[in-house]
C-alpha cells in the first residue's frame, strides 16, 4: 500500500511540472524573445564598457540608478532622477572624505542603523547632521540616500575598492570549484551584497543579472549566472497562483521572501526552465535560460508589456474570466484573493500547532 502511494506521488508530481510546464512553454511562445533580446543589447552596451574598462566608478552609478528603481514604477523612478539628477561615485566619495563626517561613514561595518529620514530630517547621529552629506544626496527618499552610501563603503571597504574584480574572484574562486558552479555563483554574489542597506532579493537578481549577461568574453562563466538569476515581482508570484503551478506542486505561499526560498517562485522558475529548450524561442539563447522564462511571463502580465495577466484585468475575488488569454484553456483560474486567504489561514494554523506542541 505504501509503495502504491509512493507511486500515486510520484505520478501527482510529474503530472504537476507538466501543466507548469505546459502552461509557461505556451507563454515564452505568446512573448517571444524579441523585447527581450532587445532590452539586453540596449542595457548591455553600456555595461559592457564599464566592464571592459573595469571602471568601479560608473558601475556604481549604474547600480544606485538600477536600485532607485525599487518601490515605484520605472516610469516614475526615471521621471525623479531626470528631474533631479542621479548621484554619482564622485559626489558619494566626497561626502565621506568631508572634514568633519559622521562615525557612522567610517566603515560599511559602522554604517548600520543610519536611520536617516528625508521627510523629518532626523538621523541616529543628530550631533553630526549638520556637516553630514549624506542627506544631500539627490535620490528620491533617506532609504535609497542610506543604499547609496551602503554600496559605496561595501565596494571601498568589502571589495577593496574593484566591485568588478572582487565579483569575478569570488565567481573563479567558489563557483568554479563547485559541483553546481551556477547556483554556488548565483549565492556567492548575491548573499554579501544581501547586507547592503535597503536592496532587496528582487533588486540584487534584476541588476546583477543583467550585469553578468552583459560581461564580455574576458569574463568567462558571468553569462550562464546571470541568466539563472530570478526577479520576482507580484506579476510572477501571482501567475503562479493563479494558473495553479504553485497548487499543484503543493509550494503555495504569500508573497515576499518565501518566493526566493526552497520551493518557492524563483525555484518553481528554475525547475520549469530546466524542461524547456529555450533555443526555440532563439536560437542564441542557451538551452537552459531561466532569466528569459521569468522575463517572459512578467512580459506577459505587466501593462508596460501585454498587459493581459494582472489585477487591473482580473477581480481577484473569483476566478478570471478572460477567455481570450493565451492560457486560458489549461489555467486552474485560482482566485487570488481566496489563495492568499487560505495560505495566511494555513500559516496561523501551523503556527498554533507549533505553540500547543511547545
Not at 87 to 96: D, E, I, K, P, Q
Not at 163 to 185: K, T, Y
Not at 220 to 244: K, Q, S, Y
Amino acid at each position: 500500500m505504501k509503495h502504491v502511494r509512493s507511486l500515486k506521488s510520484a505520478a501527482n508530481v510529474r503530472s504537476s511540472l507538466h501543466h507548469a510546464v505546459r502552461i509557461v512553454d505556451r507563454i515564452c511562445l505568446v512573448t517571444g524573445s524579441i523585447d527581450f533580446t532587445n532590452e539586453l543589447q540596449v542595457g548591455g552596451s553600456r555595461l559592457r564598457r564599464i566592464l571592459n574598462r573595469r571602471d568601479n566608478a560608473k558601475l556604481f552609478d549604474w547600480l544606485v540608478e538600477a536600485f532607485s528603481h525599487q518601490g515605484v514604477s520605472d516610469q516614475l523612478a526615471d521621471d525623479y532622477m531626470q528631474r533631479h539628477g542621479r548621484l554619482t561615485w564622485t559626489s558619494v566619495s566626497g561626502g565621506v572624505a568631508a572634514r568633519v563626517v559622521c562615525p557612522k561613514l567610517n566603515s560599511f561595518w559602522q554604517f548600520e542603523d543610519c536611520r536617516y529620514s528625508k521627510s523629518t530630517g532626523l538621523c541616529a547621529e543628530p550631533l553630526f547632521r549638520p556637516s553630514c552629506e549624506l542627506p544631500n544626496a539627490v535620490l528620491r527618499n533617506g532609504r535609497l540616500n542610506q543604499l547609496a552610501y551602503s554600496l559605496f563603503l561595501f565596494i571601498r571597504d568589502v571589495a577593496d575598492g574593484d566591485l568588478i574584480g572582487w565579483i569575478d574572484q569570488r565567481l573563479r574562486h567558489e563557483a568554479a570549484n563547485s559541483d553546481d558552479p551556477i547556483a554556488v555563483g548565483r549565492t556567492a554574489i548575491i548573499e554579501p551584497m544581501r547586507n547592503v542597506y535597503g536592496v532587496a532579493d528582487k533588486v540584487l537578481m534584476m541588476a546583477f543579472a543583467d550585469l553578468l549577461m552583459s560581461a564580455p568574453a574576458k569574463y568567462p562563466g558571468w553569462f550562464e549566472i546571470g541568466a539563472a538569476m530570478i526577479a520576482v515581482d507580484t506579476l510572477v508570484h501571482a501567475f503562479l497562483t493563479r494558473t495553479g503551478v504553485l497548487q499543484r506542486l503543493g509550494h503555495e505561499h504569500l508573497y515576499g521572501p518565501a518566493c526566493y526560498q526552497q520551493h518557492g517562485c524563483s525555484d518553481v522558475i528554475r525547475t520549469v526552465a530546466g524542461h524547456l529548450d529555450c533555443r526555440k524561442f532563439n536560437p542564441a539563447f542557451p538551452a537552459n535560460f531561466p532569466r528569459f522564462v521569468q522575463h517572459a511571463i512578467w512580459h506577459y502580465c505587466s501593462q508596460s508589456g501585454m498587459d493581459v495577466c494582472n489585477g487591473n484585468r482580473i477581480d481577484d475575488r473569483q476566478r478570471c474570466r478572460n477567455k481570450g488569454c493565451h492560457v486560458y484553456s489549461i489555467c486552474s483560474r485560482n482566485s487570488l484573493f481566496k489563495s492568499s486567504i487560505s495560505k495566511r489561514i494555513a500559516n496561523i494554523n501551523k503556527y498554533s500547532i507549533n505553540i500547543r506542541e511547545y
